[in-house]
């Protein structure tokens, strides 16, 4: 019954990929969002919140970013700049696409087993891409929304101290995912010697549960990057209607 009660998680590919993959109950919160926001948020953000929706609007910046392809074709030039990257991250290429080991000329050497930390340590390194890439995006967007009406510009603010508000905790859970990955790679891990095959270097088997490790880590790094574009793909929409 647990089992499928796992498998029949709803919600955002992001949450289902690590809920999968941690084993664990990611069901959704029974809380409505307003409710939750009260315990994310302190009083000197609420404040600021409530500012940024009936205070002052501050002056639009003077100067702007300017796009060669205008805002839409620089967001998807830096998302697909991104994917790419990840794509392409060496740690993520699979077993066949390889460059061979070969062994050094000392007898009694054995390929090191794999460890999780070049995995952990490029997952951090995109992680902060990510947030760089996007983090820009949306201020520059801002600025755009400023200066197009004083409706748009309130937007722009509201954003900006959401931002400011929730960035932090968003920070701090994002940055269990790569323990999470750790976690699905020692099972990974385990489950290959428990089949008791040999792990020789040579077989056609030995790097099979990397290579499954290798794919979700990947497809938990898209589904993040796609998370992190959403403030980014907002900013966009209302930027088309203004």
Request: aromatic content about 4%; overall charge negative; proline content about 8%.
């Amino acid at each position: 019954m647990e089992s499928a009660r796992r498998t029949t998680v709803r919600g955002p590919t992001f949450i289902r990929l690590l809920g999968r993959l941690a084993d664990v109950d990611a069901s959704q919160s029974s809380q409505s969002l307003p409710d939750r926001l009260s315990g994310w948020l302190n009083w000197t953000q609420a404040i600021a919140l409530a500012t940024a929706l009936d205070g002052r609007l501050p002056e639009p910046v003077d100067e702007v970013a300017t796009f060669d392809e205008g805002p839409a074709g620089e967001c998807a030039r830096v998302r697909a700049a991104l994917a790419e990257t990840i794509a392409s991250a060496r740690e993520l290429v699979p077993s066949a696409e390889r460059e061979p080991v070969v062994a050094p000329p000392v007898e009694g050497w054995v390929l090191p087993p794999p460890d999780f930390a070049p995995f952990r340590q490029r997952y951090l390194t995109l992680q902060r891409a990510m947030q760089g890439s996007t983090g820009r995006l949306r201020g520059e967007l801002r600025d755009l929304l400023g200066r197009s009406s004083p409706e748009m510009g309130r937007l722009a603010e509201l954003d900006a101290a959401m931002e400011l508000a929730l960035s932090p905790r968003e920070q701090r859970l994002l940055a269990t995912v790569p323990g999470l990955l750790e976690t699905r790679f020692e099972s990974l891990r385990r489950a290959h010697a428990a089949e008791g095959a040999p792990d020789d270097p040579a077989g056609a088997t030995h790097d099979a549960w990397l290579d499954v490790f290798r794919k979700d880590m990947q497809s938990v790094l898209l589904a993040e990057l796609d998370v992190r574009f959403q403030p980014v793909e907002g900013l966009l929409a209302a930027l088309s209607a203004s």
